[in-house]
């Protein structure tokens, strides 16, 4: 899909493109999602030099990503999209600042491009030129980095208090593989969110250099706000990483006291029932003379010892603290 963006009324105003259509050549914003062969090559006539191409774009050296040809910008980051889901994904997105106009190009939706379409269409977005359009979706995708990076931080907190909760004396009772699982879908999140953020860090260095001299005051010192925002969440993406492992270390902890309290209790039970055992085999021989079948007490001898040497080694386990 191709839709572009042109100066209405003080803000911007999108509008598709069907394909073989021509393309306004005032058009401030490009937008390719999914772009057809077709909706690239007609993109590239426009701006007279070729767009990346999407194995381009994955290729991971910073020189592939970050570059300066025929006069324009280009710049791979990547962009966290499906937060809110099971399944979060990065994808690379590609930013090109060429001919006073920005190109993206994309294939994934991610929901700060959906907030900025819309906020275009609202007449939200002020912007006349190409570095302050991109600058103003920049601040869209930071602002949602920091919306998800809270989101985690608290669910984080909630698993914390779930795993440490001491009301709860009965650990067997709790579902610690419910929250290994959340425990790892949070830390899977938080690593794509810390990809991201590496890679938006870059690219705003990167456009900070590539724009020194052509942007206005304004826009520079808007790049190194944002610079800074992503580094700031960069490094509180850090402590809730750090945070996450420190989690699981401590519910797989848990988890292997429980299995040793478990085992104790197994152990000591085998204990306490060992001698009556012994005393209940050694009466249970098949031998012609044993001295106590005679005795009319003998049962009774036989069921008192049984019960002594059960409470004796129960007694002394208690005592030691074992039980």
């Not at 990076?149 to 608290?154: A, D, I, K, T």
């Not at 106590?292 to 019960?307: A, R």
């Amino acid at each position: 899909m191709l839709k572009t963006y042109q100066l209405q009324n003080g803000g911007l105003k999108g509008t598709e493109v069907l394909e073989g259509a021509p393309i306004d050549g005032q058009s401030l914003w490009i937008d390719l999602f999914n772009p057809t062969m077709a909706e690239r090559r007609a993109v590239d006539a426009l701006l007279g030099m070729e767009l990346p191409t999407r194995a381009d774009m994955e290729e991971i050296e910073v020189s592939s990503r970050l570059y300066t040809e025929d006069g324009g910008v280009f710049m791979t980051a990547l962009v966290l999209s499906n937060a809110e889901s099971e399944r979060p994904t990065a994808d690379v997105v590609t930013f090109v600042l060429a001919r006073d106009k920005l190109i993206t190009i994309r294939y994934i939706d991610p929901q700060p491009f959906r907030t900025f379409a819309a906020r275009c269409e609202r007449s939200m977005v002020i912007a006349p030129k190409a570095e302050g359009v991109l600058n103003a979706l920049l601040d869209v995708i930071v602002d949602r980095m920091a919306d998800v990076l809270e989101r985690v931080g608290s669910d984080v907190e909630a698993i914390s208090r779930e795993i440490f909760d001491s009301g709860d004396v009965h650990i067997g009772r709790r579902d610690f593989q419910g929250v290994l699982r959340r425990l790892g879908a949070k830390h899977d999140l938080t690593g794509k969110m810390r990809e991201c953020l590496l890679t938006l860090n870059r690219m705003m260095s990167f456009l900070a250099t590539a724009i020194d001299t052509k942007a206005t005051k304004e826009a520079r010192a808007h790049v190194k706000t944002l610079t800074r925002d992503a580094q700031s969440l960069l490094d509180h993406s850090s402590f809730i990483a750090g945070k996450l492992s420190y989690l699981q270390d401590a519910t797989l902890g848990l988890i292997n006291n429980e299995q040793n309290n478990i085992i104790k209790i197994m152990s000591v039970a085998a204990m306490v029932f060992l001698p009556p055992t012994l005393i209940a085999s050694i009466y249970g021989m098949n031998f012609r003379y044993l001295p106590e079948l005679d005795w009319p007490f003998g049962y009774v001898y036989s069921l008192v010892l049984m019960v002594i040497s059960a409470v004796v080694p129960y007694i002394w386990f208690k005592r030691r603290g074992w039980l």
